[in-house]
């Protein structure tokens, strides 16, 4: 309690003595930063507090992390926006939590400038309900003047407007927020991605590419009808994916799971991009028992020198590899080199080993990660998008019982996803 105490009344003062520094020109947009930033901080401290006192003193010290992370993803949950975003981008959870699902804005209203004016163009009518709820946005159901039934993707009111302010704010709660895992990575890397994420221009873009290479189904893009903060596609039917798992056969699961590794890794070594938003509420399976991928505002292209290296580990995850292409400096120790081969090792096991399958066992040694060995990695920027192969995608894999995929070397993915 003490500690916590302490860190609270170093968040105070820091908040201050920035505040004493500001023009008087910004001080109030200043002071409304800063608010929203303590308001947040003094919120997660409290649930910790709370959360602390009802916590068994015997408890491991990984369960404590794990909740600690999760307090901290409802706090930010709480608050919105691109919060809500940060929320989703938390990587430390449970097994078999369907974390990015539970992940929702509080905000409710809709941008209606943008309905109004392509309703009054175009002929564009939308139905009033909201039918989905996401971090960033709305989903409603429309009908374009063709009769078609198409899918309304509509971003909250102001949102674009506070991303300056919540960045600040983020910024602002660094102190506290970079404690965690990956946190100073997830901040990063938001506040670099987030304006993109914003434009539905972009996502649409990203969308019409996944439709001309991928295998599996995406949803037709309507871009003249759709704006910066409305994204217009086909409506599709499908079976609910949570339906799906607990519905489904087990050869039908392990067909849909098979679609789901292909179109990943098939884009991220084919074309060097990685569509980072898997979860259960962005699959769909269709009536002719086709995979549909949803909402591709979460895409990201990296550099043709990064995806060499991961191809590199993926080819060979020895120490040898790792140290060569810069992960692992000369300063470990022997336990910490041992613990980063295992690492590795262990999270290429569904692609190295005929005959695996993800089962809950593997899914909780996997995503068990010790803190202090990888403390001295040297990980480089973009890793944590490919976190969400090992947090999401394994979670859905695990969901479905899947068997892995005997891909060795990159080589047998690209042949196997031609």
Same mark, same amino acid.
């Given at each position: ?9 170093? =968040? ?23 608010? #929203? *930033? ?18 068994? &003193? ?8 794990? %909740? #600690? ?30 974390? +990015? ?10 941008? !209606?400038?943008? +309905? ?52 600040? /704010? ?13 946190? *100073? ?19 649409? $873009? ?27 596609? $086909? ?29 990943? =890794? @098939? ?20 009536? %002719? ?7 591709? @505002?979460?895409? !990201? ?9 991961? /191809? ?21 120790? /022997?336990? $910490?080199?041992?613990? *980063?081969?295992?690492?590795? *090792? ?8 005929? @005959? ?15 803190? /202090?060995?990888?403390? %001295?990695?040297?990980?480089? #920027? ?18 479905? %019982? ?5 891909? &060795?070397?990159?080589? !047998? ?6």
């Amino acid at each position: 309690m003490a500690v916590l105490a302490r860190e609270g009344f170093s =968040f105070f003062f820091l908040s201050r003595k920035k505040k004493v520094c500001i023009k008087s020109k910004t001080s109030y947009h200043t002071k409304e930063r800063m608010l #929203r *930033a303590g308001s947040i901080g003094l919120n997660f401290l409290a649930k910790i507090m709370l959360s602390t006192n009802s916590t068994s &003193p015997n408890a491991a010290g990984l369960k404590v992390a794990i %909740n #600690r992370l999760r307090l901290l993803r409802d706090t930010l949950q709480e608050h919105g926006g691109i919060f809500a975003k940060v929320a989703q981008m938390l990587s430390l959870d449970t097994p078999t939590a369907d974390v +990015f699902d539970e992940c929702r804005s509080r905000l409710s209203q809709p941008t !209606h400038d943008d +309905f109004l004016t392509t309703m009054d163009q175009l002929k564009f009518t939308v139905e009033p309900q909201v039918i989905k709820s996401g971090s960033l946005s709305h989903l409603y159901v429309g009908t374009v003047p063709d009769g078609t039934k198409v899918a309304v993707k509509v971003q909250y009111v102001g949102l674009a407007e506070r991303c300056d302010a919540d960045l600040y /704010a983020i910024k602002l709660l660094g102190s506290l927020l970079y404690k965690f895992p990956d946190m *100073a990575m997830v901040m990063d890397e938001v506040s670099s991605k987030i304006r993109d994420e914003l434009n539905y221009v972009l996502e649409a $873009e990203s969308q019409e590419w996944f439709c001309e290479i991928a295998r599996v189904r995406v949803p037709r893009v309507y871009k003249e009808f759709s704006t910066p903060t409305m994204l217009v596609s $086909e409506f599709v039917e499908g079976e609910d994916f949570g339906a799906f798992v607990t519905q489904a056969s087990q050869p039908r699961k392990n067909a849909i799971a098979r679609e789901l590794c292909r179109f990943l =890794f @098939g884009a991220l070594w084919g074309h060097r991009t990685l569509y980072s938003d898997v979860h259960f509420g962005n699959l769909l399976v269709d009536e %002719n028992d086709r995979l549909v991928v949803l909402d591709f @505002g979460c895409v !990201h292209r990296f550099e043709p020198e990064f995806v060499d290296m991961l /191809a590199r580990i993926w080819d060979d995850p020895s120490v040898k590899t790792l140290r060569e292409v810069g992960i692992l400096p000369d300063s470990l120790t /022997a336990e $910490e080199v041992k613990y *980063a081969a295992e690492y590795f *090792a262990m999270q290429l096991e569904p692609w190295k080993v005929q @005959g695996f399958v993800f089962t809950p066992e593997w899914m909780s040694k996997a995503t068990d990660r010790d803190q /202090a060995m990888m403390a %001295n990695w040297q990980m480089p #920027r973009g890793v944590i998008y490919l976190n969400k192969i090992v947090y999401s995608l394994y979670n859905v894999l695990g969901s479905l %019982n899947a068997p892995g995929i005997y891909w &060795p070397t990159t080589k !047998h993915v690209l042949q196997d996803c031609q």
